[in-house]
């Protein structure tokens, strides 16, 4: 269903560019409120949380100038990031020095759901709110899921995004973040697990 | 015999085919016999299919920031 009366609605990618062609501002403002957030996540997982702000906008720069070029092989969607993630790599070998990213993933830190023998600590149970749906009408859970997914560290929330949000493959994620298969199966993991572990929390305590 | 730990780290992969035979076969095993597992993997289900579920499309935000870049990019355009 579309709402004509709001003036941020384009039916498809392909509406949303003619418009943009055509300098329309709201074309614009959809267009950069849809896409540069994702845009600044892609960045911050490649390059740090410093330049990514800086990157992302110079990404829409290139974007803009080739936008008339743009064949709509793939979604304008898909087609930002890829510009993100280039230069993000171009300015990464550029600076040469080591970007500090915000997580050691490697490191296998211990995990005080599980006693020295692997077992749970505490039995898991089932939740009362069993499905997603139920889940997403209660307000405050679904609060604590985005706020959780916001306060990721950056590289799991770029494959949290692109994995479950966006539908990529996990080949393709791989390519857009210069990682390997195994890093991103375990940064996927991790995204995920953080939610689960606030959504058990709420449901237990409640 | 796979702990209650390796469940839990491989449980993505099983939930995403992402698991050997092998693997699987030893994953299924466990869930048998694991009660804590069982509810464990359902509450991950659960919680991917929630992620999946999130309106992020349906929710954009136009602040000044966003008018802000908008404005700045639709210059950009017309002097090209
Ligand atoms: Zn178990």
Redesign the pocket.
Known sequence: MSDKRDPHHFENDAALIAAMLEGDSTAFEKAVALYHPRMVTIAKAIIGEAFAEEIAQDAWISAIRSLSEFAGRSSLNTWLIQITANAAKTRLRREKRQVSLDENWQKKETDDRFDHTG??QEPVAQWELETPEAILANSELSDIISQTFEQLPPQQQAVLSLYDLEGESMTEICNILDISASNARVLLHRARSAIQQKIAQYQDND | ML??RE?EQLASDYLDQDLSFRQRMAFKM?LFM?H??RNYLRQLKTTISSIRLMPVNQSIVVDDKVKDLAKQLREQTSKT
């Open positions: 077992h749970w | 702990k209650c469940i466990h694991c804590n597992c």
